[in-house]
């Protein structure tokens, strides 16, 4: 299982560019999980539903099944939130797992940047981001900027950049 993250600021287009990058590393036979850390609070249950009862009334987890899909639901209730270390050794075995957000831990990272945003550019202050894929040319970036239309270039550097979730803090050899 290898690992690489997306970053950069909100409005940039990172859930954008996974739905287009997905389908093409699945095309390519390839296994794919996400990641995505929020920073507020989120239900993914339905109120009203069987199990956000289960879950409102105190249930620490919430296991819900069917025939299509399977859903843990777990209520911290005060426990600490899980450090992305803990939620990867979570996860089924996959051939690439996707980050979106946890910027502060040791991954290669692709940073996602619209000039237009007006915000300035992440890269200079993550020694983890590895590329830039960028709307408009960044004469500035001190690392390779890919065209943010172009999916393939960006799932070749997702590929080539990504790390062993064994060894996450490493960096990719480079060619």
């Given at each position: 299982?290898?690992?690489?993250?997306?970053?950069?600021?909100?409005?940039?287009?990172?859930?954008?560019?996974?739905a287009r990058a997905i389908p093409v590393l699945l095309a390519r036979g390839l296994k794919?999980?996400?990641?995505?850390?929020?920073?507020?609070?989120?239900?993914?249950?339905?109120?009203?539903?069987?199990?956000?009862?289960?879950?409102?009334?105190?249930?620490?987890?919430?296991?819900v099944s069917s025939s299509a899909r399977w859903a843990l639901v777990h209520e911290l209730?005060?426990?600490?939130e899980p450090d992305l270390d803990e939620i990867l050794k979570r996860l089924a075995p996959?051939?690439?797992?996707?980050?979106?957000?946890?910027?502060?831990?040791?991954?290669?990272?692709?940073?996602?940047?619209?000039?237009?945003?007006?915000?300035?550019?992440?890269?200079?202050?993550?020694?983890?981001?590895?590329?830039?894929?960028?709307?408009?040319?960044?004469?500035?970036?001190?690392?390779?900027?890919?065209?943010?239309?172009?999916?393939?270039?960006?799932?070749?550097?997702?590929?080539?950049?990504?790390?062993?979730?064994?060894?996450?803090?490493?960096?990719?050899?480079?060619?």
């Amino acid at each position: 299982m290898r690992i690489i993250g997306l970053s950069g600021w909100s409005g940039a287009g990172k859930t954008t560019v996974l739905a287009r990058a997905i389908p093409v590393l699945l095309a390519r036979g390839l296994k794919v999980s996400t990641v995505k850390h929020a920073h507020h609070g989120f239900d993914v249950d339905i109120p009203g539903k069987d199990s956000h009862t289960h879950r409102m009334v105190g249930a620490s987890e919430v296991f819900v099944s069917s025939s299509a899909r399977w859903a843990l639901v777990h209520e911290l209730r005060g426990e600490h939130e899980p450090d992305l270390d803990e939620i990867l050794k979570r996860l089924a075995p996959v051939d690439l797992v996707i980050v979106e957000g946890f910027k502060r831990h040791k991954h290669p990272k692709l940073e996602i940047y619209r000039a237009s945003l007006g915000k300035p550019l992440l890269h200079p202050d993550d020694d983890w981001i590895v590329a830039v894929a960028a709307d408009a040319p960044v004469p500035e970036a001190r690392v390779p900027v890919l065209p943010l239309d172009d999916v393939e270039k960006i799932v070749d550097v997702l590929l080539v950049e990504s790390v062993p979730v064994a060894h996450p803090g490493a960096r990719a050899e480079t060619a």
